[in-house]
């Protein structure tokens, strides 16, 4: 084999990543890169990072919004392929989310038919739950990093490079020379955080265009790693396993290496942890700490479950809290008012007390201008049109009555590593194949067909079906629904203006256009307008 010195690692597109308000450096490929760094030449490809500064998406961009996946998907490949190889890897690394699985596996395909003596190393949620599967479906994937991948890719690529047998290195999958699949034991879970190398951004390729565009770009860091909840659709426990906590000291250090090097288009923190306020002591100390060492920078924290906020506190104390310690935006898992539906995600809470404490925190919020966004699940087996319906009234009516107040929902989709794959599996749940309709969707992509089903179920094409509809009624009350969130979507947009134009120009993408156009978007088929 040849010898390994270069190592690339690639971060896929995230789909309709275009439309996305948040497009950030992917901490992975920066934890990977930073403990990799001392014994290989990192380069890191993270594709979502390239198409505001080079010409990346060029075609996506001429194209008329609805346009379709199938004509923009080989541009986009292709220019992936290119820009990996110009890096002139000994070998790929390549990271994955579940939801854009069939492109990665289509990008594999494509690079390895031209660099077939590139060993390639996939990582991720998917193929850590499914590795069997892929390595049978794909030939051109040579390993699967399962897990927590730093320590795991470092000594893979150890052996590698010296040419020695990896069967002994933890917490990987492959064919061996007979061409059968072998998985090494599990790896232990990295017991210190704070062992992990600081992370910075140096080997991004296009990272310094991209940060030099005056855009939202600021801090984005995570103090803990997986969440002490079980939710029934959710793959962050099977994946992360018990939550682990960085200290606080090490965090204080990580947010001053980036800051000393780089100079942040906005002065904010970003809290990306999957469930951020598990216990108000520790947030209380954290954060505190980070104010009075970072005074003048605001704090966002993306996620966290509306139960943490009583984990030790009234709604009232943690947003006077909050506010003190200059948080802006709070980002809440809701997910359902709905109490057959909460137990069906494996949540116990009562929902009147959910209600209690949203108004609470709504309230409050604006009392205090912290942006409070909740984010919701509708469409679950249970739930009747009725219901559904009563959910989302729930949310439109804090909308009108809030200005602080933003919300979304999603139906509920199957992810692997969830309890609800399982349960699909084991036979348990139905899901049904959605016609083809949106032409946003990655569904429609030249990729997809192959490859959906059998390790991911794309949520614009399958659903879980609802015991008390009809999949025509059940798609007809969603899709109404849907719009009536884009119509939410254009008043928040009036709402915050700097906020939303911000995020528009960023994309590169007309986003309003998207908004007005969607009033035209391909009606379903499914019946007459419902009134609600
Ligand atoms: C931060 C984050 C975001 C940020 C991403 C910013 C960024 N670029 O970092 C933002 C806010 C943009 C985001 C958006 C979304 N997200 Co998000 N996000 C996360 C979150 C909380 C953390 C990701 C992270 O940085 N993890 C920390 C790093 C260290 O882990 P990592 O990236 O997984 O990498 C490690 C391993 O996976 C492995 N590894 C990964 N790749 C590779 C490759 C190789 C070669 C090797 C060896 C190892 C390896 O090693 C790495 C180091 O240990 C995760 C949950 C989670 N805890 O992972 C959800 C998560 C990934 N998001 C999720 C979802 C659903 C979304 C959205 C679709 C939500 C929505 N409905 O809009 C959107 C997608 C946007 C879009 N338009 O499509 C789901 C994905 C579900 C799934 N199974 O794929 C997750 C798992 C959350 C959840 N509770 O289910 N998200
Ligand atoms: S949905 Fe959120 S709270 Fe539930 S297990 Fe996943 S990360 Fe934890």
């Given at each position: 084999m040849k010898d390994i010195k270069k190592i690339t690692l690639l971060f896929p597109p995230i789909p309709n990543g275009q439309w996305t308000w948040v497009i950030l450096p992917s901490s992975g490929m920066a934890y990977l890169d930073a403990v990799l760094r001392d014994k290989f030449d990192v380069k890191i490809v993270d594709v979502n990072l390239l198409h505001p500064t080079t010409e990346?998406?060029?075609?996506?961009?001429?194209?008329?919004?609805?346009?379709?996946?199938?004509?923009?998907?080989?541009?986009?490949?292709?220019?992936?392929?290119?820009?990996?190889?110009?890096?002139?890897?000994?070998?790929?690394?390549?990271?994955?989310?579940?939801?854009?699985?069939?492109?990665?596996?289509?990008?594999?395909?494509?690079?390895?038919?031209?660099?077939?003596?590139?060993?390639?190393?996939?990582?991720?949620?998917?193929?850590?739950?499914?590795?069997?599967?892929?390595?049978?479906?794909?030939?051109?994937?040579?390993?699967?990093?399962?897990?927590?991948?730093?320590?795991?890719?470092?000594?893979?690529?150890?052996?590698?490079?010296?040419?020695?047998?990896?069967?002994?290195?933890?917490?990987?999958?492959?064919?061996?020379?007979?061409?059968?699949?072998?998985?090494?034991?599990?790896?232990?879970?990295?017991k210190k955080l704070d062992e992990l190398p600081f992370f910075d951004y140096e080997n991004f390729v296009g990272f310094k265009q991209w940060n030099s565009s005056p855009k939202m770009h600021f801090v984005n860091v995570m103090a803990s790693r997986g969440c002490v909840g079980r939710c029934s659709f959710c793959s962050v426990a099977a994946f992360w396993g018990k939550q682990r906590f960085y200290s606080d000291e090490y965090v204080i250090g990580q947010i001053k290496y980036l800051l000393d090097l780089y100079d942040f288009a906005e002065d904010k923190i970003a809290w990306m942890d999957d469930n951020f306020v598990v216990s108000f002591s520790r947030t209380k100390r954290l954060l505190n700490k980070i104010h009075n060492k970072f005074p003048e920078y605001k704090q966002q924290i993306v996620d966290m479950r509306i139960e943490g906020t009583h984990s030790g506190c009234t709604p009232q104390e943690f947003l006077n809290f909050a506010k003190k310690v200059n948080v802006e935006f709070m980002g809440l898992g809701m997910e359902s008012l709905n109490s057959e539906s909460l137990a069906f995600m494996n949540k116990t809470i009562n929902p009147e007390r959910y209600k209690k404490i949203v108004l609470k925190l709504i309230n409050l919020g604006e009392k205090n201008e912290i942006r409070v966004y909740l984010s919701g699940i509708i469409g679950l087996p249970n739930e009747t049109k009725k219901d559904m319906i009563r959910q989302a009234n729930f949310f439109i009516d804090l909308?009108?009555?809030?200005?602080?107040?933003?919300?979304?929902?999603?139906?509920?989709?199957?992810?692997?590593?969830?309890?609800?794959?399982?349960?699909?599996?084991?036979?348990?749940?139905?899901?049904?194949?959605?016609?083809?309709?949106?032409?946003?969707?990655?569904?429609?992509?030249?990729?997809?067909?192959?490859?959906?089903?059998?390790?991911?179920?794309?949520?614009?094409?399958?659903?879980?079906?609802?015991?008390?509809?009809?999949?025509?009624?059940?798609?007809?009350?969603?899709?109404?629904?849907?719009?009536?969130?884009?119509?939410?979507?254009?008043?928040?947009?009036?709402?915050?203006?700097?906020?939303?134009?911000?995020?528009?120009?960023?994309?590169?993408?007309?986003?309003?256009?998207?908004?007005?156009?969607?009033?035209?978007?391909?009606?379903?088929?499914?019946?007459?307008?419902?009134?609600?």
């Open positions: 990346f998406y060029e075609e996506y961009n001429k194209l008329k919004y609805p346009n379709t996946w199938k004509e923009i998907h080989p541009q986009i490949l292709e220019k992936m392929i290119k820009i990996a190889e110009k890096t002139q890897p000994d070998v790929l690394g390549v990271g994955s989310w579940s939801f854009n699985m069939s492109f990665v596996m289509e990008f594999i395909r494509a690079f390895k038919a031209r660099n077939p003596h590139i060993p390639l190393i996939l990582g991720g949620i998917t193929p850590t739950h499914m590795p069997t599967e892929i390595l049978q479906l794909s030939p051109y994937v040579d390993y699967i990093a399962r897990g927590e991948g730093e320590y795991t890719l470092l000594e893979l690529l150890e052996k590698l490079s010296l040419n020695k047998p990896v069967n002994k290195v933890r917490g990987i999958s492959f064919r061996n020379k007979e061409g059968k699949i072998v998985h090494t034991a599990d790896r232990p879970q990295i909308f009108n009555k809030h200005k602080f107040a933003e919300y979304a929902f999603e139906p509920p989709c199957l992810h692997p590593g969830t309890k609800l794959w399982n349960d699909y599996l084991q036979g348990k749940i139905k899901v049904y194949r959605r016609p083809l309709q949106s032409a946003k969707s990655w569904h429609e992509s030249l990729f997809s067909e192959k490859y959906n089903h059998l390790i991911w179920m794309e949520p614009n094409a399958y659903r879980i079906a609802n015991t008390k509809m009809d999949a025509e009624e059940f798609e007809y009350v969603l899709y109404r629904l849907f719009r009536i969130l884009v119509r939410l979507g254009n008043i928040a947009r009036e709402r915050q203006p700097r906020f939303f134009v911000e995020r528009l120009e960023y994309n590169g993408s007309n986003l309003n256009k998207v908004f007005e156009e969607s009033n035209n978007w391909p009606h379903y088929g499914f019946g007459e307008v419902l009134k609600i």
